[in-house]
Structures are given as structure tokens and as C-alpha cells.
Nanobody, 123 residues
Framework: QVQLVESGGGLVQAGGSLRLACAAS????????MGWFRQAPGKEREFVAG????????FYTPSVKGRFTISGDSAKNTLYLQMNSLKPEDTAVYYC????????????????WGQGTQVTVSS
């Protein structure tokens, strides 16, 4: 019903910046909340940031607060994650996700997922 496609990942040196984008299509009218997750090798998928799709409330995991900014443009069906002051610990595959329900930081809460985009931070 909803398709998500991420872009913007790449290789960057520590202290650098990247902006990820997620394009949503299909039945976007059913989306209530969107988020970014990341998964490093051998680790569980982790909630990074989220935003009400038709609102302004945002949520961040403490490790990225002050460095990352989530934003969205529901009219354009696009979600963004601006990542500044990147650290090697930020290296992971980043996923865009959407849910029909309320805010939730758990993987299982989300109904729709993108394919992921690799972010690698060197030191």
C-alpha cells in the first residue's frame, strides 16, 4: 500500500554531514507517523528519529540529539534526516519506516519499510 525509497547515504569522514531522503508513494494518506532506524552489523535495528507526518512533533534517540534533525514535507511525500557532526559510531544501514498508528520506537510497530541506505563514517 505504501512504498518507501531512501537515498543520500554514502561515505563521509568524522565530523562531516549527510542528508538522507525518503520518498513515499502509494496510499500515503494512511501514514500517521514516520521514522528513521539504523542497523549496524551484528546489532539490532535501532530507532533514530521520528516525526508526526501531519504535525510538528519530533523524537530523537539521545545519542543523536543535537546532531541530527528530522523533517518532513507531507505535501511532497518526502522525509529527511539531516546528519551533522557524524561519528564512526553512526555507521549503519539507515531505513525509512512508516506506521498507521501512533508514535512507537519499536521495529515491530512499523508497517512499511524502505530498502535502506548505507552510511559509513570514517575516522
Amino acid at each position: 500500500q505504501v512504498q518507501l525509497v531512501e537515498s543520500g547515504g554514502g561515505l563521509v569522514q568524522a565530523g562531516g554531514s549527510l542528508r538522507l531522503a525518503c520518498a513515499a508513494s502509494g496510499r500515503t494518506d494512511i501514514i500517521n507517523f514516520m521514522g528513521w532506524f539504523r542497523q549496524a552489523p551484528g546489532k539490532e535495528r535501532e530507532f533514530v528519529a521520528g516525526i508526526m507526518w501531519r504535525g510538528t512533533s519530533t523524537f530523537y534517540t539521545p545519542s543523536v540529539k543535537g546532531r541530527f534533525t528530522i523533517s518532513g514535507d507531507s505535501a511532497k511525500n518526502t522525509l529527511y534526516l539531516q546528519m551533522n557532526s557524524l561519528k564512526p559510531e553512526d555507521t549503519a544501514v539507515y531505513y525509512c519506516a512508516a506506521t498507521r498508528t501512533r508514535y512507537c520506537s519499536a521495529y515491530a510497530c512499523y508497517d512499511f519499510w524502505g530498502q535502506g541506505t548505507q552510511v559509513t563514517v570514517s575516522s
